[in-house]
């Protein structure tokens, strides 16, 4: 089992910054390909990006491709969503996920899921 917090969620300005965390315990989370979802009012769940065990592949909905960056800390436990240039589009929950097989966008590929934070951006 893993288990998996994001913080770093809040309220930010379009064009502001934010940068989300996801803490890993139990298991090795050098073992897992981990990924970033979002779930806005209304609206099913959708891939942000994801990134390798080693952190060596990253990929990126093209929606977010150049604001955003995904990457990882072995060492620590932790992935991170570094979110540039916001927009009022991007308000979600947001959830890091990791998956033991699979380097997909498909949310059912990944096993174990943190609580979500929100992401606000007022316009």
Known sequence: QVQLVESGGGLVQAGGSLRLSCAASGRTFSRYNMAWFRQAPGKEREFVAAITRSGGST????????????????AKNT??????SLKSEDTAVYYCAVSGSYYTKISADYDYWGQGTQVTVSS
């Not at 990929?59 to 072995?74: E, L």
């Not at 992935?79 to 540039?84: P, R, V």
């Open 59 to 74: 990929m990126y909905a093209d929606s977010v491709k150049g604001r955003f960056t995904i990457s990882r800390d072995n």
């Open 79 to 84: 992935g991170y969503l570094q979110m540039n």
